[in-house]
């Protein structure tokens, strides 16, 4: 048959070709090996001219070298350990006029121990500072930079800031600071807020029925006032949910869960209604931190009402949303005629936009409810 011979004659062809692939392969490896064999004598060259360096460098520049690294690593140890320096004298001075009268910016405080805001003492920079330790040695220290500065510095912040902004607890520095945000600083959760205006607003017109039974049904809290009345009606209280409440306005309190910014586990959050008279005029007063945005969905709005902040006033619309920051000197006032009725707003804190996840997280930690 013929295909054998053809089989034989590729076979004798195929030979040559064969055997210079493998003359090839052999030659490439004999080159890598070279190439390799040149690698180590370099590596082995570029250490041992390292060692001739050090051995030759002037003794004086490795212990200034040596120095250097002890200096750092004493810094490092240095900043992990600091206690922040006392402010309490600071914040006292601020509010020791006030607090003389049993009256803090024109109403009253509770002076409950656990209230952050009557709280104040020369012991609560260490108390924070310990807080930040053990929420670093729990998690990371990575990204709390601005808190560890900030509560180090407190003292000096707090003493030093301008009339018109003076947060009264915590200030968090580095934080854009203007009187008013824009809508798009929560765009997510102002528009939630305002879709769900109706759902709210029904939930207050049953509540507001109980005061044509008496001047202060359960739940309100009446806060004091130069002049009108201010009322309450407290969801979330120093980032603590007020059960007996929340059942009375089932849908608005599951709307906060729906709130990405909302501030939740943490003394600095609240939501509530508050409801202002004709005639009331709220005294100027500063809230208590920087790191919050506070939002007021306007609910009832009648004339010649305003809120003012750092200066600039402002109008509520029914079914908008008004951003602030409270920190600002700020008051807020019904001018209206007593048959518009009273002034309502929910409001709600939110997470100034400038502070990162990371510090989120790390603050809601430091400032706990009952930490």
Not at 9 to 22: C, H, I, V
Not at 214 to 230: A, I, R, V, Y
């Amino acid at each position: 048959m013929l295909w054998v011979p053809l089989r034989a004659a590729r076979r004798e062809r195929r030979g040559p070709a064969r055997a210079a692939r493998r003359r090839r392969r052999t030659t490439m490896s004999l080159e890598w090996l070279t190439e390799w064999s040149c690698s180590l004598d370099g590596l082995r060259d570029l250490i041992a001219s390292g060692i001739q360096s050090i051995r030759d460098c002037d003794a004086t520049a490795l212990a200034a070298v040596a120095c250097l690294l002890l200096l750092f690593v004493w810094y490092c140890y240095h900043v992990g350990r600091e206690q922040p320096r006392a402010y309490g004298a600071a914040v006292n001075a601020l509010m020791q006029g006030a607090e003389a009268n049993g009256l803090q910016n024109g109403y009253a405080y509770c002076q409950a121990p656990e209230c952050v805001r009557c709280a104040h003492s020369d012991g609560l920079n260490q108390k924070l500072y310990h807080n930040l330790q053990e929420y670093a040695k729990r998690y990371s220290w990575s990204g709390m930079g601005r808190i560890h500065k900030g509560i180090r510095e407190q003292g000096r912040y707090l003493s030093s800031r301008p009339s018109i902004q003076k947060p009264e607890v915590f200030f968090l520095p580095d934080l854009p600071t203007v009187p008013y945000f824009s809508r798009d600083a929560q765009k997510h959760d102002v528009e939630l807020l305002e879709r769900n205006f109706q759902t709210i607003l029904c939930e207050f017109e049953t509540l507001y029925k109980a005061f044509s039974n008496c001047s202060l049904p359960q739940g309100w809290k009446m806060n004091s006032t130069p002049s009108g009345e201010w009322f309450t009606f407290y969801l979330v209280n120093q980032g603590m949910c007020v059960p007996r409440n929340c059942r009375k306005c089932p849908r608005t309190y599951r709307l906060l869960g729906s709130l990405r910014t909302c501030i939740g586990n943490n003394v600095f959050g609240n939501a509530c209604i508050s409801m202002l008279s004709p005639g009331t005029v709220i005294a100027e007063h500063y809230g208590p931190t920087n790191i919050r945005i506070r939002c007021h969905l306007g609910l009832k709005t009648p004339s010649n009402c305003e809120l003012v902040v750092g200066g600039e006033p402002q109008c509520w619309a029914e079914g908008r949303c008004l951003l602030f920051d409270d920190s600002f000197l700020h008051t807020a006032f019904h001018e209206g005629p007593p048959e518009e009725g009273p002034r309502v707003v929910f409001m709600v804190d939110l997470w100034h936009p400038n502070v990162a996840a990371a510090e989120r997280q790390a603050l809601d930690f430091i400032f706990a409810p009952g930490r």
